[in-house]
């Protein structure tokens, strides 16, 4: 009885683990890296994007639901990564990137009404990474390195701070978070 429940056991986790499986997207060019800093340059994206004044769990949830074919379509949209969040941002937004076979035409309508398809411009950005969970307390702190590090090095910066999160909840290890912000 015991082996039934260890099988079953591992046969949930396996599944649990690769039905939320996300695909990583180096969607940047390195320019440079100064101390843990790396400078970095990004096209133009495309993102489904969700304003909320209630927790990330409902932002995610709705977000999910389009990409999982709550949209006009029924079209299941791949899960990419990073899962954005903007930290300056008065009301809570979190953006799914949309993957690169997509146009702003060609993705479909999303049901709910709460979600925005944007385009985000080319950028050059600064990013600092850290490793985990994400917490307010290891944000806030990566956040003030970052600041200090573009300021030691007289580097201007918009008062416009994102979370990127790579991985899964479901991932314990070798998590990878970074905190950016976009330079003048």
Known sequence: MIRYIFLA????????????SVSKTENYNIIRTIDSVEIRQYPALIYASHFSQSGNNSQFR???????????????????SPVNMRLSSKNKEMMFLMPERYQIESLPTPNSKEIDIIKM???IVAAIRFS??????????????????????DIEYYDEFELLVYDSPYKVLNRRNEVIVILK
């Open 9 to 20: 056991i591992a046969i949930l986790t396996t599944y649990v683990l690769f039905s939320f």
């Open 121 to 123: 411009d080319s950028r």
């Open 132 to 153: 985990g969970y994400s917490n307010s307390t290891k944000v806030k702190r990566k956040k003030q390195e970052l600041v200090d590090t573009l300021e030691k090095y």
């Open 62 to 80: 709705v977000l999910a639901n389009y990409i999982f074919g709550g949209n006009d379509k029924n079209e299941q949209i791949g899960m990419t």
